[in-house]
């Protein structure tokens, strides 16, 4: 017996309502048809794809959640094979999801995703704005073909392509002592407090830039927010670290901040393009990866 796109699309749409009954309203079917046709693919395959709860919904075995993305892929590619007919591949259209890390999102993502939309403006692009652990959650399960992050302990299951690398600097109020220095050395501030931005992977980094030189930051305040983390600076509460710079040196409150480069020679964090390890992109996610490469080689330093 040979499985059908229905059913596919019945089993990930059960997969993503954590439901049958939820599934079937979505999908104006009847909750048997959908039992069925996730019964029948279990056969076919001979994989238990979900473990049902009486009354409760359903869970993902591990091998559903591997099947679940290959299957998200193949009615992907199935879609855009019925646009690309239909329009005889004179354009690229559709829908297209994808991820950015959370810091890197209002520096990169507006600009690539206005000249997206000038290349190829009938891809309809939903873009989806998250930590680290989220962006790899949404690759593996297929909720976005191809995320904009940084390459720390990427998951092996993610294969990635460096855009471009960034060093770290250090950020000062106007007024601070060595705001006017050219350089600055890790050893003049780590007895000062240091402002941290807290999200997973991005404070273990800058942590470790200290540790490499055999000395530990005084952490005073820690934050999730990138512009907190300047106005906590410009108003003299610490200095922080931070790798991305804005274009202006005024904060939301009109205070200043001074961007100094470090004395040390330290590893810069690369930012990267990511994606599911063998999946193969839509026309859709190719056009997207090529603006990427673009915008980087003409605006990123490396």
């Not at 499985?3 to 749409?13: C, M, N, P």
């Not at 930012?271 to 490469?293: D, H, P």
Request: hydrophobic fraction near 40%; include cysteine; aromatic fraction near 8%.
């Amino acid at each position: 017996m040979n499985y059908t796109l229905k059913q596919l699309r019945y089993f990930v749409t059960v997969a993503e309502h954590q439901s049958v009954t939820k599934a079937a309203d979505a999908l104006h079917v009847s909750q048997p048809a959908i039992s069925s046709a996730i019964a029948q693919l279990e056969t076919i395959f001979d994989l238990q794809l979900l473990i049902r709860h009486q009354a409760k919904g359903v869970d993902l075995t591990s091998a559903g959640r591997a099947f679940v993305v290959k299957a998200r892929q193949l009615l992907i590619h199935a879609d855009e094979l019925s646009a690309e007919s239909s329009e005889l591949g004179e354009s690229l259209s559709g829908g297209l999801d994808i991820g950015c890390f959370v810091t890197l999102a209002p520096f990169f993502l507006p600009a690539i995703l206005r000249q997206t939309n000038l290349q190829y403006p009938d891809i309809n692009v939903t873009m989806h704005e998250g930590a680290m652990d989220t962006l790899r959650h949404h690759l593996l399960d297929g909720t976005c073909e191809i995320v904009l992050l940084y390459e720390l302990d990427l998951d092996e299951r993610i294969e990635s392509e460096v855009m471009a690398n960034i060093p770290p600097y250090a950020l000062l109020a106007k007024d601070h002592p060595l705001a006017q220095s050219n350089m600055v050395s890790l050893k003049d501030l780590v007895h000062e407090p240091m402002i941290l931005i807290d999200l997973p992977h991005s404070r273990e980094y800058f942590r470790s830039l200290f540790l490499q030189l055999g000395i530990e930051p005084r952490i005073q305040h820690r934050t999730r927010s990138y512009e907190l983390i300047r106005g906590m600076v410009a108003n003299s509460h610490g200095y922080s670290l931070l790798n991305l710079r804005p274009a202006v040196n005024t904060t939301y409150d009109g205070a200043e901040v001074v961007c100094v480069q470090i004395k040390e020679k330290l590893e810069p964090l690369q930012v990267c393009l990511g994606w599911y390890r063998g999946i193969r992109f839509t026309r859709r996610a190719q056009a997207f990866a090529e603006v990427c490469r673009q915008y980087f080689s003409e605006h990123a330093k490396s």
